[in-house]
């Protein structure tokens, strides 16, 4: 994706996110920030019988690109399984944003995928602690 590319896809998730708000029910419901940045994000997800996110949402405030990755990650997701998830990588989510856009606001551009895995993490952990 060309600088303008980027720009534009990045533009269309500010100002037309997806998922944005509250789901029903979350198994994963985690706050997250950057203070350099004044980013506040809020993930949730729920996973349904077969492990798979079933639903996926976010809410905060933010810059341009926070919010944006946070609307992408979203779509990104759906339909993952945790692990799949936890898989998932900065360096990639960089790239799928515009990394030349997005490589002077890292902390920004990954904060909605990190505190989602975090909280995907901490899910999985109390899962397995439950089931032994």
Not at 55 to 84: K, P, Q
Request: glycine share 8%; charged share 25%.
């Amino acid at each position: 994706m060309d600088r303008q590319e980027a720009i534009e896809f990045l533009m269309d998730h500010y100002e037309n996110p997806r998922n944005k708000g509250d789901i029903e029910h979350p198994d994963v419901n985690l706050n997250g920030g950057n203070p350099g940045c004044s980013d506040v994000i809020t993930m949730q997800a729920r996973f349904n019988d077969a492990g798979k996110v079933e639903a996926i949402s976010w809410d905060g405030e933010g810059c341009t690109i926070s919010r944006a990755a946070a609307s992408y990650v979203t779509e990104l997701v759906e339909g993952m399984t945790v692990e799949e998830i936890e898989n998932v990588s900065f360096e990639d989510l960089m790239e799928q944003l515009g990394r030349e856009i997005v490589m002077t606001r890292p902390t920004c551009a990954t904060l909605a995928l990190g505190t989602l895995k975090k909280g995907v993490h901490e899910y999985h952990m109390h899962k397995r602690a439950n089931q032994a």
